[in-house]
């Protein structure tokens, strides 16, 4: 077929007209498949031949997932995980065993944070991050004969500074080693860093991609590698996606650049109505801030449904503010169709020292809002009357 449109892939995205059986993906609830001959199984779990061999390895269900997200990434191929976690995890696992190094930007999620802090380096792979992430100096700097990939977030949780993927392509390049990017708050609608010269993407789908409701990871990238994590760290340590979660994952997607819009509105509403407040000293989001002309220059005029707000008068204040919200939940994820609040330093990044804290600009009167889908109008009233309480 022709280049299809983003908005046309996420539904036909990964399919074969003519081909396929159904319409919407097939759910194959089993645990192991037929191998048919004596040789066609021993090629089969020698990686020699393609074809269903357990469903902790590959399943149909999956199979359609993973083909509909590499086509919006634009990529040749795709993993599907059991979380965001287990796909950063057993990508880093096969990237950087054994003892190699890692340089990443230390604007990330929490649980991110400390994989790179604590987890990895028992296992023997060191991890740099990088404080001064805009700094291409920096990067250069951090990366050592054994290290295995860059890592960046962008747009980054929970400060949303976004990076400029081209250029860190350009770094990794240089050095013959690859670019990981996290693009989970983007998601493909608004970003694919593969075109902007990375080598690997990274999704979290329990976010955007599953409007809350499963759990689920990606990686994205080339077909070698894809094959070559199937058949070691994926296969031997068992993060799988449930092909249940995979058929949902597929029927969310199918709307997923209507919600995002919606998302993306309503947070440029919410984040121009703080930026006014007096009660508000400062508005995470890629459209206010000194690097607001190059942010749009690297993403466009959207940038997601997360975004943060720093109350003045610290922890005490945004504790009030976050108390007296009554339509934001106050819960920890990223994407739904309702609005959710949560403190960042004591949650979702309470992992990290205060001086981490502090050199990532996650200050404690900081208050995480992932932007639903409700009417802004609502959104503000709440804020507003949230903010007059302190």
Same mark, same amino acid.
């Given at each position: 077929m022709w280049e299809l449109k983003k908005k046309t892939l996420e539904i036909h995205g990964g399919s074969s007209h003519g081909v396929d059986q159904t319409m919407r993906p097939g759910l194959y609830r089993t645990t192991a498949f037929p191998l048919g001959s004596f040789e066609r199984g021993r090629k089969l779990f020698a990686g020699e031949e393609r074809g269903f061999i357990y469903t902790r390895i590959n399943n149909p269900s999956i199979d359609v997932l993973e083909k509909r997200l590499a086509s919006l990434e634009g990529a040749e191929a795709c993993l599907a995980t059991?979380?965001?976690?287990?796909?950063? =995890?057993?990508?880093?696992?096969?990237?950087?065993?054994?003892?190699?190094?890692?340089?990443?930007?230390?604007?990330? !999620?929490?649980?991110? /944070?400390?994989?790179?802090?604590?987890?990895?380096?028992?296992? @023997?792979?060191?991890?740099?991050?990088?404080?001064?992430? /805009?700094?291409?100096?920096?990067?250069?700097?951090?990366?050592?004969?054994? =290290?295995?990939?860059? !890592?960046?977030?962008?747009?980054?949780?929970?400060? #949303?500074?976004? /990076?400029?993927?081209?250029?860190?392509? =350009?770094?990794? &390049?240089?050095?013959?080693?690859?670019?990981?990017?996290?693009?989970?708050?983007? =998601?493909?609608?608004?970003?694919?860093?593969? &075109?902007?010269?990375?080598?690997?993407?990274?999704?979290?789908?329990?976010?955007?991609?599953?409007? @809350?409701?499963?759990?689920?990871?990606?990686?994205?990238?080339?077909? &070698?590698?894809?094959?070559?994590?199937?058949?070691?760290? /994926?296969?031997?340590?068992?993060?799988?996606?449930?092909?249940?979660?995979?058929? #949902?994952?597929? !029927?969310?997607?199918?709307s997923l650049f209507g919600r995002v819009q919606e998302h993306c509105e309503n947070a440029r509403l919410v984040g121009k109505y703080l930026s006014r407040h007096k009660k508000v000293k400062r508005v995470f989001y890629p459209t206010f801030g000194e690097r607001a002309r190059q942010n749009k220059k690297l993403m466009g005029r959207n940038f997601g449904g997360l975004m943060a707000f720093e109350v003045r008068g610290g922890i005490r204040a945004a504790k009030i503010v976050l108390e007296n919200l009554e339509l934001f939940w106050h819960a920890p994820n990223i994407g739904e169709a309702r609005s959710l609040v949560i403190h960042p330093a004591t949650t979702t990044h309470g992992q990290l020292t205060p001086l981490e804290r502090k050199r990532a600009e996650i200050p404690d009167g900081m208050l995480r809002l992932s932007i639903g889908r409700e009417d802004p109008k609502d959104l503000i009233r709440d804020l507003g009357s949230a903010l007059g309480k302190i």
């Open positions: 059991s979380s965001g976690m287990s796909a950063i =995890t057993v990508l880093a696992l096969h990237l950087g065993s054994p003892r190699g190094h890692i340089v990443s930007s230390n604007r990330l !999620y929490g649980g991110v /944070f400390h994989l790179f802090r604590e987890e990895l380096p028992k296992l @023997g792979i060191s991890v740099t991050l990088v404080e001064r992430p /805009f700094d291409l100096k920096a990067w250069e700097k951090a990366i050592k004969p054994n =290290t295995k990939f860059l !890592y960046v977030e962008t747009p980054s949780n929970p400060v #949303i500074d976004v /990076f400029d993927v081209s250029a860190l392509a =350009t770094l990794a &390049k240089k050095h013959n080693i690859p670019l990981v990017v996290d693009s989970t708050l983007a =998601t493909p609608i608004l970003l694919q860093p593969l &075109k902007l010269g990375a080598d690997i993407v990274i999704h979290s789908l329990s976010k955007y991609m599953g409007d @809350g409701e499963v759990i689920g990871g990606a990686i994205v990238g080339s077909q &070698k590698l894809m094959d070559d994590l199937r058949l070691s760290w /994926f296969r031997d340590t068992g993060p799988c996606i449930s092909p249940d979660n995979a058929v #949902i994952l597929c !029927y969310h997607i199918e």
